[in-house]
């Protein structure tokens, strides 16, 4: 074979070679889903959509520093679990300086989601919200990923255990108040761009979290911009 042939072989295997690279590349970028991330515009409270309501469920007392951290949950995310006890350090740390509270998201695909933010916020209207929020994240694993198996008998048990009116507690969870409470959250969490759970927003602002570090530090700097 002569010099110029074996060039001409080589050169070929070169360009093919790079015109897969090509193709595997677009092939990965169509395939792979776009998170659109809402920009600071988007993510300010607005007349529409408050990130604060008057029923918004503020967990203990409220902060004197004017710093808010704002948790769009569901009581079966795994994720939200996760940081569950992460959230309630934060609550120590700052108790008093920063106000914590949190909106319901419960996702599609979390069968028992509905189930368990109706649960809470029956409980809610019993004066006993902490602690079936508490009840809802320390028992997860015990109830969470069940499909569409309902757990609604599993939650009226916490709530007997938690000494609630059970006729109350029966009629509120089963009350069109109760429903409009949690979709209204749900609703304000789209407009804000809320499309997963946990979303935390320190005054107004999306956290983009990669690790649980980053919500502390989120706190940290809005307490800093406050006393500067």
């Known amino acids: 074979m002569t010099r110029s042939a074996r060039i001409g072989i080589t050169s070929g295997i070169i360009a093919g070679v790079i015109v897969l690279i090509v193709v595997i590349a ?15 515009a988007d993510t300010t409270a607005s007349p529409a959509a408050p990130l604060f309501r008057d029923d918004t469920h503020i967990l203990g007392t409220a902060g004197t520093s004017g710093v808010t951290v704002v948790e769009f949950l569901d009581f079966e995310c795994e994720a939200c679990g996760g940081f569950y006890p992460y959230v309630d350090q934060l609550r120590k740390d700052y108790a008093g300086d920063v106000t914590f509270a949190f909106r319901y998201f419960p ?10 933010a109706a649960a809470v916020e029956a409980a809610a209207r019993q004066d006993q919200l902490e602690p079936m929020y508490q009840r809802m994240f320390t028992t997860q694993a015990e109830w969470g990923e069940r499909g569409t198996d309902s757990q609604a008998d599993r939650f009226r048990g916490y709530a007997k255990d938690l000494g609630l009116d ?3 507690y029966d009629r509120d969870v089963a009350s069109k108040s109760v429903r409009d409470r949690i979709q209204q959250d749900v609703t304000d969490g789209a407009a804000f761009g809320v499309q997963s759970t946990p979303s935390f927003f320190v005054d107004g602002q999306l956290v983009q979290l ?19």
């Not at 979390?110 to 189930?115: K, Y």
């Open 26 to 40: 677009v092939i990965i970028r169509l395939s792979t889903p776009s998170t659109a991330t809402p920009s600071a």
């Open 107 to 116: 996702l599609p695909g979390h069968g028992n989601a509905r189930n368990a």
């Open 166 to 168: 059970m006729s109350q």
């Open 210 to 228: 990669s690790t649980y570090d980053d919500l502390e530090q989120a706190i940290t700097t809005a307490l800093e911009r406050q006393d500067g």
